[in-house]
């Protein structure tokens, strides 16, 4: 990163959305969230917009049932992942976009959006990708190496395809690869090799111009992804806060080279939200930042170099609930930033 990114703890949100109808969910986003408004992914509406299906159009022999999703080679398989190879090479993306059956959410924000400073896209990472889309065997394409790499390629390009369309709305754009499957570094039960992480990472975020975010729902290897080229680190800071806490240094030096952290301390279950005021969130979200305060980064610091997001997606959540986590986001943003940045 080239600049220290500042954006004073301003609300955004990872993407996922209970709603069905894609307007209502826009309505909501730019009602709650106008800095940075994210477009909503809405699997409630279509098994195609979960996170893995919703990327998958255009892949070489992609086969869906339900929710499963596996690849099924053909004819010209191996010239269809060539060309993938190619065109990543010549940044080529027009061809790789996400139709509007796979993201109705998308193509809503696209037509109504408008006057955000900044606009925010989410494309699912090469980790939770590889591991979901399987061979004809069941095993995550992941674990083959020419697989693994064509579909970093692939997602890089769709990437690219987003940020592009995203840019007729904002020229400044941020878009976040989202990894929840990082949760499985050094698990014996689903064996991610750790090698492999940095580079499909990168071959993912170095197609992307504007800021470049990383999203992690639950623990994991942090210094792994702190050491990546990613601008700001999205995570769960509701309940996994000292996970992260154990890497005070390494996230010293992020921050001092310009890097930004997006807490996720707002709940995305129903039970959780519901018990929560703006202050308790604000005492949760300062006894997080504690850690690095400790460790010698200024509180105004760790404020400025901050977004306040839900915890993860609000798919799972009714819509009157979703429509609560917002509105305690946006009002927690608004309450650190005139406690500490005016």
């Not at 955004?12 to 959305?17: F, K, P, R, V």
């Not at 086969?63 to 999703?69: A, H, R």
């Not at 998308?106 to 989410?122: M, R, T, Y």
């Not at 702190?226 to 992260?244: E, K, M, P, Q, R």
Request: aromatic share 6%; proline share 5%; glycine share 10%.
């Amino acid at each position: 990163m080239s600049a220290r990114l500042e954006f004073g703890c301003l609300a955004t949100a990872i993407g996922s959305m209970p709603h069905t109808d894609p307007d209502q969910a826009c309505s909501l986003v730019a009602k709650c969230l106008p800095d940075i408004p994210p477009w909503p992914q809405l699997p409630g509406r279509s098994s195609k917009e979960d996170m893995i299906i919703q990327f998958s159009e255009g892949f070489p022999g992609i086969v869906t049932d339900g929710d499963k999703i596996h690849v099924e080679p053909s004819a010209g398989f191996e010239s269809e992942v060539e060309k993938i190879h190619t065109d990543c090479e010549q940044n080529k993306a027009h061809e790789y976009g996400v139709s509007i059956g796979y993201a109705a959410g998308l193509h809503a924000f696209l037509s109504k959006a408008k006057g955000s400073k900044i606009v925010k896209g989410q494309v699912t990472g090469p980790i939770t990708w590889g591991l979901r889309v399987t061979d004809r065997d069941g095993l995550g394409i992941l674990y083959d190496e020419t697989l693994a790499e064509t579909a970093a390629k692939f997602l890089r390009l769709k990437a690219v395809w987003q940020e592009n369309a995203l840019r007729q709305i904002s020229p400044n754009t941020m878009i976040f690869v989202d990894e929840p499957y990082l949760v499985s570094l050094g698990s014996v039960f689903t064996p991610i090799p750790e090698e492999k992480v940095p580079a499909l990472l990168e071959e993912v975020l170095k197609g992307i111009k504007g800021t470049k975010g990383l999203h992690c729902c639950g623990n994991t290897n942090w210094s792994v992804l702190l050491d990546t080229g990613v601008d700001i680190l999205s995570f769960d800071a509701y309940n996994y806060a000292s996970s992260l806490g154990t890497h005070a240094d390494k996230v010293k030096s992020f921050l001092d080279r310009g890097g930004c952290i997006a807490w996720g301390i707002v709940p995305n279950e129903e039970e959780l939200l519901t018990k929560e005021s703006l202050s308790s969130l604000r005492d949760r979200l300062e006894e997080a930042m504690a850690p690095f305060t400790r460790d010698g980064v200024r509180v105004r610091q760790v404020i400025a170099q901050g977004l306040i997001t839900p915890s993860c997606g609000l798919k799972g959540l009714s819509t009157e609930a979703a429509s609560l986590a917002l509105d305690l986001t946006a009002r927690l943003s608004g309450d650190l930033r005139s406690r500490y940045l005016t």
